[in-house]
C-alpha cells in the first residue's frame, strides 16, 4: 500500500513538473509612469490621468510610433491577450511605444492590481468615466497603431490572436519591424 502511494505521488510530481509554460503566471507588473510616452503640446479633446496618479495626457497629443491597447480588468478577452502583448514589447520596448487605457473599472484601484498582477510593464491611461467611447467604441479590447505624426494608421477591434499577428500589423501600418 505505501509503495502504490509512494509511486502515485511520484507520478503527480512528474505530470505536473511537465505542465506547459504558458500557463505559467507571469512576474509581477508595474504601474509605470507616462512620463516616457512621446507627445506633442495639444491640449485639445480628451484629457486622461495616467494609472501611477501623477500625470494626464492629452489622447490628441499622443505621437508614435505606438501601439494603443485598450482594456479592461474585467474583459477576459483582454486577459488573454496579455502574453502576446508581454512576449511583443520584450521585444519591442527599444523601437516602439505601447501604452494602454484601462477603461469601465468601478475604482482606479482595479486597474492597478491588474497590471501588477498580469505582470504588465508599459505606461497606462485611465479613463474613468467613458470619455473615450466615443474614440475606441463600445468594446473591448481594441489595439490602435499611432504613427509619429500622431495619426491614428489603424484600428484592431478584437483579439489578438498571436504575436505573429502584433508584428505584421506593427511593420505594416507603423513600418517597424521587431526582431
Known sequence: MIRKIAFTCS???????????SSAIP????????????????????????????????????QGPLIVNVWGSWCASCKDELPILRSFYAKAQSRIQLMGVDVEEAKSDDGRRFIVKNGMTWPSLNDPDGRTRGDFGMGVPVTWFIDESGA????????????AELHDLTLQYLHVAIG
Not at 509612469?33 to 506633442?40: K, N, P, Q
Not at 491640449?43 to 495626457?57: A, M, N, R
Open 11 to 21: 507520478l503527480l510530481l512528474l505530470l505536473t513538473g511537465c505542465s506547459s509554460q
Open 27 to 62: 512576474a509581477l507588473g508595474e504601474v509605470v509612469s507616462c512620463d516616457s510616452i512621446m507627445r506633442s503640446a495639444s491640449t485639445e479633446g480628451v484629457e486622461l490621468p495616467c494609472l501611477d496618479g501623477k500625470s494626464s495626457i492629452y489622447f490628441s497629443a499622443l
Open 152 to 163: 491614428v494608421v489603424h484600428k484592431k477591434i478584437g483579439v489578438l490572436t498571436n504575436e
